[in-house]
């Protein structure tokens, strides 16, 4: 099955995305829209750019809201949820998408960015699953994908809060497996290898290049590409979210275009 062929495949689903104003979350978001789904998104992006974004998914033909709200704080994302889900319905389909990096080199780095990635990557990602579960286990089913990163699953020099942070991202994910499985609800992660979005921008500029054109050396990618499209992770999310997929539960996958594979 093709999740990518079917504009009715998620038609009476309500799905949520965090994260939805950008990159792979925006990109998911749409391929979401684009198959029928009722979307939801939550983003710190200032107003102007959610409501701008609500309007491109709703140019689907389909129910879309938005709000602002960050993730690392319970208030503000039950109060989100609850907003969303009284303008397009109990949501039954979450994808845990928002998360920030920044690298942290030990000897330098504050303790406050350690925190902050634990906050919003862990923190942020166990406190939208909370507010989203009530209504997945009155209904006894739901589907939930997380996000984390292939430096979730190999070490990084300079990366300890993001990569400890997306290893905790896998781990909530296999437990809240083993917790919600026999209530009904799927829950899977990705691991990204490097994606072409605003928080890789940084690491496209020419000292960039140079970098990636050595590790391109060792790289078993099928695509001759570091860069992976957001669009490619979307379809992966979708097919997570399909029933297609519906015998993989708690696992986490690596989308990396065979990064960790030689690592
Ligand atoms: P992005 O920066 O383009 O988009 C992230 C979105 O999340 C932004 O719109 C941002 O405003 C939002 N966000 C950040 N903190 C938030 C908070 N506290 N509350 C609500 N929204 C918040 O980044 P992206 O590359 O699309 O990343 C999406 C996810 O993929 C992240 O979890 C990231 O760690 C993960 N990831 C990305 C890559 C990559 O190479 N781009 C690789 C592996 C994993």
Not at 15 to 41: C, E, P
Not at 127 to 143: D, K, N, S, Y
């Amino acid at each position: 099955m093709d999740p990518s062929n079917d504009s009715a495949l998620f038609a009476g689903r309500t799905v949520l995305v965090t994260g939805g104003a950008s990159g792979i979350g925006q990109a998911t978001a749409h391929a979401f829209a684009n198959r029928g789904a009722r979307v939801g998104i939550i983003d710190t992006a200032d107003t102007g750019d959610i409501d701008e974004e609500v309007s491109r998914l709703k140019a689907h033909g389909i129910d879309a809201a938005g709000t602002r709200a960050d993730i690392a704080n319970a208030q503000q994302v039950a109060h989100a949820i609850a907003l969303l889900s009284e303008a397009l319905g109990p949501i039954d389909t979450l994808v845990n998408n928002a998360g920030i990096w920044e690298p942290n080199p030990v000897p330098e780095s504050p303790l406050q960015l350690f925190d902050q990635h634990i906050d919003v990557n862990v923190k942020g990602t166990f406190h939208v699953t909370q507010a989203c579960l009530p209504a997945m286990l009155e209904r006894g089913r739901g589907v939930i994908v997380n996000v984390s990163s292939v430096s979730g699953i190999a070490g990084r020099a300079g990366d300890s809060a993001y990569s400890t942070s997306k290893a905790a991202v896998g781990m909530l994910t296999r437990t809240l497996a083993a917790e919600l499985g026999p209530k009904g609800i799927r829950i899977n992660c990705i691991a990204p290898g490097a994606v072409a979005t605003p928080l890789t921008a940084g690491l496209r500029t020419p000292e960039g290049e140079s970098a990636i054109a050595a590790l391109m050396a060792t790289h078993p990618s099928p695509n001759g590409r570091f860069f992976i499209d957001p669009e490619d992770m979307a379809d992966i999310i979708l097919f997570l979210c399909s029933d297609a997929s519906k015998a993989i539960h708690g696992a986490v996958i690596p989308a990396d275009e065979g990064l960790t594979a030689v690592m």
